[in-house]
């Protein structure tokens, strides 16, 4: 089994940042990419950002390019989400997901593993 921790969340004002964290554990035997989505409230899911575990290609919604940072820490097998100059459009739960094989890296069904989610919210 594989265990996703999401910490890092929290309430920000416009303009801010905050860090999003998310440690792998268990029995992780093969990563292909981790990603983060988030869901507002009343919203269906969406894909935020994602970067493959071999190579660091990076992949990011139009919504967040230029603010948002996704890295990865394959020692620690962490990956972070940097967000700076959040609005308060992006106000949702976040959640980190894993990729054990190549696939829909954009699309909730591409993932085999997710967190808890944290919470993280912009206020104007």
């Known amino acids: 089994q594989v265990q996703l921790v999401e910490s890092g969340g929290g309430l920000v004002q416009a303009g801010g940042s905050l860090r999003l964290s998310c440690a792998a554990s268990?029995?992780?035997?093969?990563?292909?990419?981790m990603g983060w989505f988030r869901q507002a409230l009343g919203k269906e899911r969406e894909f935020v950002a994602a970067?493959?575990?071999?190579?660091?290609?990076?992949y990011y919604a139009d919504s967040v390019k230029g603010r948002f940072t996704i890295s990865r820490d394959n020692a620690k097998i962490t990956v972070y989400l940097q967000m700076n100059s959040l609005k308060p459009e992006d106000t949702a739960v976040y959640y980190c997901?894993?990729?054990?094989?190549?696939?829909?890296?954009?699309?909730?069904?591409?993932?085999?593993?997710w967190g808890q989610g944290t919470q993280v919210t912009v206020s104007s």
């Open positions: 997901a894993l990729a054990r094989y190549r696939g829909s890296t954009y699309y909730t069904s591409g993932y085999d593993y």
């Open positions: 268990g029995s992780i035997f093969s990563i292909n990419a």
């Open positions: 970067i493959r575990w071999s190579g660091g290609n990076t």
